[in-house]
C-alpha cells in the first residue's frame, strides 16, 4: 500500500472544505480526480502531498519519496533554461555544499529524460519546446524524487488529444513498468480512460471512490459535474 487516506478532511483555517476522503493506492494504480471548476480537485491533491494538513481523520503516505506536477509551471520564458536544467532543477534539494549538483543527480536526470523520450531535446530550450513536451520534461523533474505515488494536477491542460493520449501512455507506462501509484487531475477523460477506470469524484463538498464508467449515466454525471457546494481552491 502506498497511499492510505482514512476519513480526512483538507480545508484551510480550520474550515473543512473537503470530506470523506477515504481510499487506497497500490503499486501500479492509477486514480483520476474528477469535478467540476472550484469544487476542490486541488486542494485534494494539497491535503494528500501534505501541504496541508488534515483537519480530520489521516493520510499514510511516504512524503520522502513524492513526485508533483504542478498545474502551471511558472518558468520565465525569457530565461535561458535548457530541458535537462529544468530537470535538474527536481535536485535542487541535494545541492552540495558549494551549490553545485553531484554527479549522481546529473546522471539521474540524464537517465529521467531517456525514461520520458526527451534525451534529444537535453540541450534544447525549455521555451522551445511544445506544451507535451514540456509536460514530459516536468514529469522527468519529478522522477528526480526517486517517488513511489506520483501527483499531477492537470497534466494535459491545453494539450490537444495527440499530445493529452501521448502525456498519458507516459503516465501510464511508468505506473506500468515502474510500480509508481498515480493520482492526477484531468479534464480529456477520454485519454485517461484508456488507462484507468478509478475515479475520485469532488464535488458538494466531498469526495467519492468510484469508476469513471459512472459518468455513462447522463443522470450520475449531472449529480457530480452540476458545482453544488463549489468553492475557491
Same mark, same amino acid.
Given at each position: 500500500?502506498?497511499?492510505?487516506?482514512?476519513?480526512?478532511?483538507?480545508?484551510?483555517?480550520?474550515?473543512?472544505?473537503?470530506?470523506?476522503?477515504?481510499?487506497?493506492?497500490?503499486?501500479?494504480?492509477?486514480?483520476?480526480?474528477?469535478?467540476?471548476?472550484?469544487?476542490?480537485?486541488?486542494?485534494?491533491?494539497?491535503?494528500?502531498?501534505?501541504?496541508?494538513?488534515?483537519?480530520?481523520?489521516?493520510? @499514510?503516505?511516504? $512524503?520522502?519519496?513524492?513526485?508533483?506536477?504542478?498545474?502551471?509551471?511558472?518558468? %520565465?520564458?525569457?530565461?535561458?533554461?535548457?530541458? $535537462?536544467?529544468?530537470?535538474?532543477?527536481?535536485?535542487?534539494?541535494?545541492?552540495?555544499?558549494?551549490?553545485?549538483?553531484?554527479?549522481?543527480?546529473?546522471?539521474?536526470?540524464?537517465?529521467?529524460?531517456?525514461?520520458?523520450?526527451?534525451? %534529444?531535446?537535453?540541450?534544447?530550450?525549455?521555451?522551445?519546446?511544445?506544451?507535451?513536451?514540456?509536460?514530459?520534461? *516536468?514529469?522527468?523533474?519529478?522522477?528526480?524524487? %526517486?517517488?513511489?505515488?506520483?501527483?499531477?494536477?492537470?497534466?494535459?491542460?491545453?494539450?490537444?488529444?495527440?499530445?493529452?493520449?501521448?502525456?498519458? @501512455?507516459?503516465?501510464?507506462?511508468?505506473?506500468? @513498468?515502474?510500480? *509508481?501509484?498515480?493520482?492526477?487531475?484531468?479534464?480529456?477523460?477520454?485519454?485517461?480512460?484508456?488507462?484507468?477506470?478509478?475515479?475520485?469524484?469532488?464535488?458538494?463538498?466531498?469526495?467519492?471512490?468510484?469508476?469513471?464508467? @459512472?459518468?455513462?449515466?447522463?443522470?450520475?454525471?449531472?449529480?457530480?459535474?452540476?458545482?453544488?457546494?463549489?468553492?475557491?481552491?
Amino acid at each position: 500500500m502506498l497511499l492510505r487516506a482514512r476519513s480526512a478532511s483538507f480545508g484551510y483555517a480550520g474550515r473543512a472544505f473537503l470530506d470523506g476522503v477515504d481510499f487506497e493506492l497500490r503499486a501500479g494504480d492509477i486514480a483520476a480526480v474528477v469535478g467540476p471548476n472550484g469544487a476542490g480537485k486541488t486542494t485534494l491533491l494539497r491535503g494528500l502531498i501534505g501541504l496541508i494538513a488534515p483537519i480530520r481523520g489521516s493520510v @499514510e503516505l511516504d $512524503r520522502t519519496r513524492v513526485g508533483y506536477v504542478p498545474q502551471r509551471e511558472a518558468l %520565465d520564458p525569457l530565461y535561458p533554461l535548457t530541458t $535537462r536544467d529544468v530537470v535538474q532543477l527536481g535536485a535542487f534539494g541535494r545541492l552540495t555544499r558549494w551549490g553545485t549538483l553531484r554527479a549522481a543527480d546529473r546522471g539521474r536526470a540524464a537517465d529521467a529524460l531517456a525514461r520520458v523520450g526527451l534525451a %534529444d531535446r537535453a540541450h534544447t530550450l525549455f521555451s522551445a519546446l511544445s506544451g507535451g513536451q514540456r509536460q514530459r520534461s *516536468l514529469i522527468a523533474r519529478a522522477l528526480l524524487m %526517486d517517488p513511489t505515488v506520483l501527483f499531477l494536477d492537470e497534466p494535459t491542460s491545453g494539450a490537444d488529444p495527440i499530445a493529452a493520449a501521448d502525456v498519458m @501512455e507516459l503516465v501510464a507506462s511508468l505506473a506500468r @513498468e515502474h510500480g *509508481l501509484a498515480v493520482v492526477l487531475v484531468a479534464h480529456h477523460l477520454s485519454a485517461v480512460r484508456a488507462h484507468t477506470d478509478r475515479a475520485l469524484f469532488v464535488h458538494c463538498g466531498r469526495v467519492e471512490a468510484g469508476h469513471l464508467h @459512472e459518468l455513462d449515466d447522463p443522470v450520475r454525471a449531472l449529480h457530480l459535474f452540476r458545482g453544488e457546494g463549489a468553492h475557491t481552491h
